[in-house]
């Protein structure tokens, strides 16, 4: 496998325990990203951290702050920051099995693929695939990447696993605090029957090789 991992671990469910390897299932290599330059020069334009009243700062003179207020911080130490990092187990323990119907999909993030890490590996991860597979929910654990604790949600998918990361209950808005705001209009029936006509002849099958970004297309042809 070319790629590198993002994490390297054991997958483990009770008293069976495995080496796994996560991989991003996404990629944004296929971006148009832009540089910025001198218009004269081009070459690239360097930046230079800069305090308003000082001007130019050596890096070396930069610290961490946290704004409590406008314009007021609490400055933290590295040190600090350390004292409460979160040590990676390097183990994903299963907590928990749930249907899928039951997570909302404000909740799901990132997806990663997870296989075996290692030939040894493959029985006891299968026994843990297919005993997934056997029981049709999502398996919930937890694991600690780029210093963040996060829920991962993985699930059977052909002979390896599909994890998702979860985002916390605090990272999802109340649907409330923008829905709550749209008029209570009874729509007329009339229109709603004409729209599920609409609706009924526009059915298909989701094929996502159909869609195409047009603007980074158009602008690999541009750059082309």
């Not at 979160?86 to 909302?104: G, H, K, P, Q």
């Not at 290692?118 to 695939?129: L, M, N, P, Q």
């Amino acid at each position: 496998m070319a790629a590198r991992p993002t994490w390297q671990g054991h997958l483990r469910l009770s008293l069976v325990s495995c080496p796994v390897a996560l991989y991003t299932a996404t990629s944004s290599g296929g971006d148009v990203r832009f540089n910025m330059l001198h218009k004269k020069t081009h070459n690239r334009i360097r930046m230079i951290p800069t305090d308003p009243e000082l001007g130019p700062i050596d890096r070396a003179d930069i610290v961490k702050g946290y704004e409590i207020e406008k314009d007021r911080y609490v400055v933290v130490t590295p040190e600090e920051i350390e004292s409460v990092r979160l040590e990676s187990t390097r183990t994903i323990d299963i907590d928990s099995f749930v249907d899928a119907s039951e997570i909302d999909r404000l909740y799901w993030n990132d997806p990663y693929y997870m296989v075996p890490d290692g030939k040894v590996a493959v029985e006891a991860f299968s026994v843990i695939r297919e005993a997934m597979a056997k029981a049709g929910k999502i398996a919930l654990g937890r694991v600690v990447m780029h210093q963040r604790e996060r829920l991962l949600a993985m699930e059977p998918r052909d002979r390896g696993l599909l994890a998702y990361t979860l985002r916390t209950f605090d990272e999802v808005r109340d649907p409330d605090a923008v829905f709550g705001d749209i008029p209570d209009v009874k729509a007329d029936k009339n229109m709603i029957e004409i729209a599920a006509k609409i609706i009924a002849q526009q059915e298909g099958d989701f094929d996502p090789t159909g869609f195409k970004d047009h603007y980074e297309d158009a602008l690999r042809a541009l750059t082309k």
